[in-house]
């Protein structure tokens, strides 16, 4: 062989040679890539099931400590004012405004201990649905003069999916509670619309407003459970949420879709 | 025409990359070395051209140029070995410092001693080939060990590629130059295309390392 081929033939090998490292080098990345793809979907999924578990958990706590106040605290309470009206009847009405006060006192213990039960019980939306759930909830913390709640729902949308709807419903309940808790506000407006399998809830509101950077902040310092636990219940629906403060109306929006509801 | 255009590609070659580097401004300082390099190769090509076009006119030291590709190829050695060094860290400083005093004072030894640095010369040339086409191949073994992702745009890993390309297709060119400049020199002749070509893909990779990621408008 001449020496001029073995020059061409080394050329060459040397040029596939260092082609070929190249092209495993690629290799390995495309692999690695992947590799950490899967173990990144992973965690997404084992975090996702963690969220799942620790609703599921609350859920079931909420259930728990709803039915034991209705049937526990609230039996309590309708026997002792059994017991007060026994005892006014037995002994006459010499202090009636004592007693009158005490009557008084213990139909607002009752009552609280009622509405306290079935906010914290979900049975409503599993009778009559997220609609009517919400309609009920804002009917109950709407206050005449002071706060005033409207609402304007999809009635296109129709639940498929109880514990996600449980979600949307708790997101709802935590946001208002935050709207009036911190922002003050004197009127809200929830508005849904279900549009491209995207279901999406407006709440309007002229307290004092977040933007989404300072949500972000406060969610990250970790301060409030309440914004933690919307933002575990946003990453399970799959949803988005958005805070936008402007001078004279605050908005929030959550972008739900549909297909993850199902 | 072509034979012209490969010619002067080591001339016009490293314009592509230094126009890229003036026009874009790379945030990474270490690829100044890089520029650095092409800086100097474009100078020393240049003379080296302009001094083989201009042969009988030019002064007596620049009649023969082949002492100018022995300089080309120290600076090259020089340069990728400061990168190796100090933008890639393929290895502590000292053992780098070590290989490249090394290498200078072996090459100055041989060069008083041999008295021929007015040659092209294989060893000096092929050395050099050798010594980055190992530091690259360490570089990319390295990489495939590592659990390393490259996700973000990594200019070293274009220019190493480059280097790598460049250095293995030349080895045997240089190894075994100077034997046909002697035995077939218009086969020594053709041969040179073959450098001429990889370094204007080097240049390419350079080129691409400096402009950085394309923003592609959708």
Redesign the interface.
């Known amino acids: 062989m001449s020496i001029e081929l073995s020059i061409i033939i080394g050329i060459g090998a040397m040029f596939l040679l260092i082609i070929s490292l190249l092209l495993a080098f690629n290799l390995s990345q495309r692999k690695k890539f992947q590799y950490n793809q899967n173990l990144l979907s992973l965690k997404e999924q084992q975090q996702n099931e963690l969220i799942k578990a620790a609703v599921r958990s609350e859920e079931t706590e909420r259930h728990r400590i709803s039915e034991e106040l209705h049937d526990e605290v609230g039996a309590l309470l309708s026997a002792t004012k059994l017991y007060l009206s026994n005892l006014h009847d037995k002994y006459g009405h010499e202090d009636n405004e004592i007693y009158k006060k005490s009557l008084e006192l213990l139909d607002e213990s009752i009552h609280k201990v009622r509405s306290i039960s079935h906010n914290l019980h979900s049975g409503i939306l599993k009778e009559l649905g997220l609609n009517e759930a919400i309609q009920s909830f804002t009917q109950k913390i709407s206050q005449h003069g002071r706060l005033e709640v409207v609402t304007e729902l999809d009635e296109k949308y129709s639940s498929k999916n109880h514990e996600n709807d449980i979600s949307i419903y708790r997101v709802l309940q935590e946001l208002c509670g935050n709207i009036i808790k911190h922002g003050h506000a004197k009127s809200i407006k929830i508005t849904s619309r279900i549009k491209d399998n995207i279901l999406t809830f407006t709440i309007k509101h002229n307290g004092k407003g977040l933007t989404q950077e300072e949500f972000e902040k406060l969610r990250y310092e970790g301060k409030g459970l309440g914004l933690k636990n919307i933002q575990n219940r946003i990453i399970l629906l799959k949803g988005k949420i958005n805070f936008e403060r402007s001078e004279h109306e605050n908005t929030i929006t959550l972008n739900v879709p549909v297909n993850a509801l199902l | 025409m072509l034979t012209t255009i490969l010619n002067w590609s080591e001339v016009w070659a490293p314009l592509i990359p230094l126009y890229v580097f003036i026009f874009k401004r790379p945030k990474d300082k270490f690829l100044e070395i890089v520029a650095g390099y092409l800086l100097t190769a474009l100078c020393i090509n240049a003379v080296i051209d302009v001094s083989w076009i201009l042969n009988s006119s030019m002064p007596a030291l620049l009649k023969n140029n082949n002492f100018l590709y022995n300089i080309n190829s120290i600076c090259r050695i020089i340069f990728f070995t400061f990168l190796f060094r100090n933008a890639i860290k393929l290895f502590k400083k000292k053992y780098l410092n070590f290989f490249l005093i090394a290498y200078l004072v072996f090459f100055s030894f041989y060069f008083v001693y041999n008295k021929n640095f007015n040659t092209l010369n294989s060893l000096l040339h092929s050395t050099e080939s050798l010594s980055l086409?190992i530091f690259?191949?360490i570089y990319?073994?390295r990489?495939?060990n590592s659990?390393?992702?490259?996700?973000a745009f990594d200019p070293y890993l274009l220019i190493i590629?480059g280097l790598?390309?460049y250095e293995?297709?030349n080895?045997?060119?240089f190894?075994?130059y100077q034997?046909?400049l002697i035995?077939?020199p218009k086969?020594a002749h053709y041969?040179w295309n073959?450098p001429n070509i990889i370094f204007i893909i080097f240049c390419l990779l350079i080129s691409k390392a400096f402009y950085g990621r394309f923003n592609f408008k959708t």
């Open positions: 086409l690259s191949i990319f073994i990489l495939i659990d390393k992702v490259f996700l590629a790598a390309i293995s297709v080895f045997f060119v190894l075994f034997y046909l035995h077939n086969f041969l073959v």
